[in-house]
């Protein structure tokens, strides 16, 4: 399928469910298709669903309530409670398997007492390929995925949002902190919230594509290769020490490998990772 073909199978997909609750982070996939439903719904059968817990990225918040505004649709702030599930706490491979499931429990539960017919995620057609085991809680609970239905990828994503004039169309993916907990250590409301304030004064620094991973008492950053060089050099190499050990790092590490995203999931093995996607 072309485009122009998968945008009208996503259309279709759509006017087929109804009336829907959107799981909405205000990243690129989730913006678009918010902004497909209201187009193709109108907005009174279209409810946006945001979660402001611990785990996910502050400025993230902030500028997601200011985009559902301009789409012109109800957003509604929820709180799973992840962090009251020691299996999710516990932060094995299966991690985002637990989240996902806290998420579509209090959707599915929203979309009862508001008489929506379904919850829909923002997973794209590339995601399913990848290490994901949080699309084993959406298929659990049936809740839908649009997007990946229609076979749109994060590049056609990105081109319809353009076209749309979506802010989000070129932003960088932005998932959740405890993502950059390294697995085996405890998922804890400071651990995300000395991720998030790292990843805060980075920004601010003007990277725009990094991540700051937490291995207990060492801070791993990763930036764009062509970027290392940058961090590397003084003023900001002291300043990013300074700043990191001031939030409770021990030591302060640059990744030479440069940002990948999943980083984390390296440390895998194969049969983790296939225990954490069929159990």
């Not at 469910?17 to 918010?34: E, H, I, R």
């Not at 187009?39 to 500028?63: F, K, W, Y």
């Not at 020691?86 to 599915?108: E, G, I, M, Y």
């Not at 950059?180 to 919230?193: C, H, M, N, P, W």
């Amino acid at each position: 399928m072309n485009l122009e073909q998968k945008n009208q199978k996503l259309q279709a997909i759509l006017k087929d469910l109804g009336k829907v609750v959107v799981a909405y982070s205000g990243g690129v996939d989730s913006a678009f298709l918010l902004r497909a439903a209201v187009d193709t719904l109108g907005s009174d059968d279209v409810l946006a669903c945001i979660s402001a817990g611990d785990s996910e990225p502050g400025h993230q918040v902030e500028r997601a309530a200011s985009l559902a505004e301009d789409i012109g649709v109800e957003l509604r702030t929820v709180d799973t409670d992840e962090l009251e599930d020691p299996n999710f706490v516990v932060n094995q491979a299966d991690r985002c398997f637990h989240c996902k499931s806290h998420l579509c429990r209090t959707l599915l539960e929203i979309a009862e007492q508001g008489g929506y017919r379904h919850v829909v995620f923002g997973t794209n057609y590339d995601d399913l390929d990848d290490f994901r085991p949080g699309n084993r809680a959406l298929a659990n609970f049936g809740v839908r995925s649009p997007l990946a239905e229609a076979e749109l990828t994060k590049n056609d994503i990105r081109e319809l949002s353009r076209a749309l004039g979506l802010p989000t169309a070129d932003i960088p993916s932005s998932p959740c902190l405890a993502s950059r907990i390294s697995y085996g250590l405890e998922v804890t409301a400071q651990r995300l919230k000395q991720v998030d304030q790292a990843e805060t004064f980075l920004r601010e620094l003007g990277f725009v594509e990094f991540r700051v991973r937490h291995h207990d008492n060492v801070a791993r950053i990763e930036v764009p290769a062509e970027e290392i060089g940058k961090i590397a050099a003084d003023p900001v190499r002291s300043s990013v020490v300074e700043k990191l050990k001031s939030l409770g790092f021990r030591f302060v590490a640059l990744d030479l490998q440069g940002f990948r995203s999943g980083a984390l999931n390296e440390s895998l093995t194969d049969e983790q990772k296939r225990l954490s996607l069929e159990k």
